[in-house]
């Protein structure tokens, strides 16, 4: 199984890592510290903050260290425009500027060895009523995907949505829009990166949205954290919703994901060690999926599924979960 991790994780407590580092670490200086992470296979890097002019090189040098680039994921800071929108912004030569910037993201990720770019699209939104005309937002988001998934049609482009932030509103704040715009998108390569902290406060059940996203998509992507459904905490997996997390797993095992498990949490907020939290999600990970195991060996939560009985259910559970 693999597992990826986000990067700038890795700048948490730096002076425990680098005590004579003045500034930020560098990007291979974050690799180096992941790849003492037991089980770790796999990185995400952002466009273009974390990639240098030979993708190849880059490639070859995290593969040096015993990991594997999984897949890149946009950022679109480099044009303080953005900020009112990078597909949607209402400037033309904006919106080209953000299209022309995700292709040469994709290239970069393809000249990596990887076929998979994620895309938020948190500047994509809104803040005030009669802000914009909705349908001219729309319209402009998909044309802009539509032409990303066209430009290479064998990397997969998956779209991570989440509710708000920096935006007061996302164009993209659910399952439910999110399939829509794939939907009008209509590009075979297009898919559904799960965020487990913006699915909850999307006020949505993480599995119920993985199996809506597998009937009418695919899940590309799938980011394991956790909060209180107010924000994206980016706590570690498993800290809240422990129930939640283990039914995800067991949908999306399911449904036959067979993507990197990712993790998309935040230890550099309050400076704790990134290695061992990563370390301690991954075994949180891998005891959960033996939960998963030991449920689909049980007949009596299929029964009591089948019946919607969840009391009987909740006792099962609680049974294979705390002995």
């Not at 007061?168 to 998108?185: E, G, N």
């Amino acid at each position: 199984m693999k597992f990826a991790t986000r990067l700038n994780s890795f700048a948490s407590k730096p002076a425990a890592e680098w005590p004579d580092l003045s500034g930020k670490p560098t990007m291979l200086q974050m690799a180096k510290r992941a790849a003492k992470v037991q089980g770790l296979t796999d990185l995400d890097l952002n466009y273009p903050d974390h990639v240098a002019e030979d993708p190849a090189l880059l490639a070859r040098q995290i593969g040096d260290l015993g990991l594997a680039i999984n897949g890149f994921a946009m950022r679109y800071y480099t044009n303080p425009a953005f900020k009112i929108g990078a597909f949607t912004n209402p400037d033309a030569a904006v919106r080209r500027e953000a299209i022309d910037l995700t292709k040469k993201g994709i290239d970069a990720a393809r000249a990596a060895g990887s076929n998979l770019m994620t895309l938020w699209l948190g500047q994509d939104g809104f803040d005030y009523a009669f802000q914009a005309d909705y349908h001219t937002l729309w319209q402009h988001e998909i044309d802009g995907i539509r032409e990303v998934c066209a430009h290479d049609p064998d990397c997969l482009v998956s779209i991570e949505y989440k509710p708000n932030e920096p935006r007061s509103y996302s164009l993209m704040p659910d399952c439910a829009t999110t399939l829509l715009a794939i939907k009008d998108v209509d590009m075979p390569n297009l898919g559904v990166t799960l965020d487990f902290a913006h699915v909850l406060y999307a006020d949505e059940q993480p599995a119920f949205a993985a199996a809506l996203i597998a009937r009418y998509s695919r899940v590309l992507g799938v980011h394991l954290n956790d909060g209180y459904a107010k924000r994206d905490d980016g706590l570690m997996v498993g800290a809240v919703h422990t129930q939640q997390t283990i039914e995800l797993l067991r949908q999306i095992r399911k449904d036959g994901y067979d993507g990197a498990i990712y993790f998309d949490t935040f230890p550099d907020m309050t400076g704790l060690d990134p290695v061992h939290e990563c370390e301690v999600n991954i075994q949180t990970v891998k005891r959960m999926l033996k939960i998963v195991d030991r449920i689909e060996q049980d007949n009596r939560l299929s029964g009591a599924v089948e019946r919607q009985d969840a009391v009987s259910a909740q006792a099962v559970i609680q049974e294979l979960m705390l002995g």
